[in-house]
């Protein structure tokens, strides 16, 4: 038996949590191991560093999730764990509140080195699709059988990081999962709609806006798209998720990387890359401290918008000039 089956058999509260701004991944793989952590007899409570978005809040219907900022008590537990991350560092101000609660940590995870994190345990697989996947064998190894609910976090996480099916890692698990979730009771068409058909009425404008500031460097061959505080504030103010210009911009022929670059309101520059061509992004998000997959990965980048957009052209230049990929 792994340290992590172990550490879940021996241990009855857990607390679980994922990185801030939780994606569907994360969320998705938190439903269901909290489903299985319950038809185990231990109790579970789903905390992240960041409220749910409106895109998800269709789980609430049978799945709690709070919220911890500042020093409001967290609730009691023996064993807190991270999915979709492997660092405490990428859950702000409630990784610092973990790692001084002294409890164990362990992580479930599909990102590259993530077995490196600060998990006492991990359960990990870099070739899983989803974290939510890997939640899907945890049910089979401790002999748990689905329900609708589990099922439903398991395919939110599988869409989410598949791009509905799309991307390159949808493999032969991916979609045998996919059937056996629907026909475990998972309406895809009420997902689809609750992710994709509610948003604001203003979400086109800044569609727009977002798009309209890209432009291409490295031969054409980079698409980057630089988005100031003024165009985040608009994002926020109606929950608009902006990383929806990435797949746009991807589908241009002779684009091989698209990097978006989002001005944060604390002085740091997210950066969320993907690639449509055989070119590891993951490294080059690793150079400024993030990581995460070699077709989609992501960083935090303690810099001024412009020197992190003259940073990414940067690395992108040196990665395509030993990519291998020929020049268009």
């Known amino acids: 038996m792994s340290t992590f089956h172990q550490l879940v058999r021996d241990n009855q509260t857990f607390l679980l949590s994922g990185h801030e701004n939780p994606d569907g991944d994360c969320l998705g793989a938190q439903v269901a191991l909290s489903r299985l952590l319950q038809a185990l007899g231990k109790v579970p409570r789903i905390v992240n560093p960041d409220p749910l978005g409106k895109t998800f809040d269709f789980l609430q219907r049978h799945t709690q999730f709070d919220h911890c900022r500042g020093e409001q008590p967290l609730p009691a537990f023996d064993v807190a764990i991270l999915l979709d991350c492997s660092t405490l560092s990428r859950l702000g101000g409630l990784g610092t509140r973990l790692r001084t609660a002294g409890k164990p940590i362990a992580v479930v995870d599909h990102h590259v080195g993530s077995e490196n994190g600060d998990g006492d345990a991990c359960y990990v697989d870099a070739t899983a699709a989803a974290t939510g996947a890997l939640v899907r064998r945890l049910f089979r190894e401790f002999e748990v059988p689905l329900d609708v609910v589990a099922a439903e976090g398991v395919f939110l996480s599988l869409v989410s990081d598949t791009g509905w099916f799309r991307y390159s890692n949808t493999d032969a698990e991916v979609l045998g999962m996919a059937s056996e979730l629907v026909a475990a009771g998972v309406d895809v068409g009420a997902i689809y709609d609750s992710l994709y058909r509610r948003q604001h009425r203003d979400s086109a404008a800044v569609l727009t806006s977002a798009l309209q500031r890209h432009r291409f460097e490295c031969g054409g061959r980079l698409a980057i798209v630089p988005l100031d505080k003024s165009v ?97």
């Open 232 to 328: 985040m504030e608009r994002a926020v103010r109606i929950d608009f998720d902006t990383d929806s210009v990435l797949e746009p911009l991807r589908s241009l022929d002779g684009v091989d990387i698209v990097a978006l670059l989002k001005e944060r309101f604390d002085g740091t520059v997210k950066l969320s890359m993907r690639a449509r061509t055989d070119v590891d992004v993951q490294a080059i998000c690793k150079t400024f401290g993030g990581g995460g997959h070699k077709r989609a990965s992501g960083a935090t980048m303690h810099m001024s918008l412009a020197e992190a957009e003259k940073a990414v052209i940067a690395g992108v230049a040196r990665a395509l000039d030993g990519s291998g990929v020929g020049s268009r």
